[in-house]
């Protein structure tokens, strides 16, 4: 190596490794976050059967894909709902990693979802009763009432004995 390298590096290469920690430093990244409202507010939020808080409630999350929304407040049906979160341009592969390394600023993906809880509907005691003995007078006749079973909570586990 002749010594005008060395003399190059001295002065422009010491700026130009500068340059980089300050633009590695200076790089932002991609913030995600969901914030669930109700109407009425005061709803407890479940996330992927997750409790996350009550309405209005903000949390962020990594993955994108489908996640399964419940409300449930007093005096008020339950309400259940699968909501998709597509993934945005900038979260493909290649581009994420210069949206999450190399992009100057941060970058926000902001999901809304707004629910209407409607009313608990109340059943007359009358009703409830001739159901009973609807059902009473099925069992005493030998007529089964197919009960229902709740899926797995991982696919795996109804595998194990």
Known sequence: MDMSFFSWWKTRGTWLLLGLVLLTVACGCVRRRM???????????????????????????????????QLVKDGYETVTEKHKFTTPWYQFPVVDFFAENLWPSEVRDERILDF???????????????????LRGEAQAGVLTPGVTPPPKHPLLHRLP
């Open 35 to 69: 914030t669930i409202r109700s109407n009425p507010p005061g709803a407890v939020v479940f996330v992927d059967e997750r409790r996350i808080g009550v309405t209005p409630v903000s949390t962020s999350f990594t993955y994108y894909g489908t996640r399964e929304v």
């Open 116 to 134: 209407n809880l409607p009313p608990q509907q109340s059943v007359p005691p009358t009703q409830v009763v001739q159901r009973a003995e609807q």
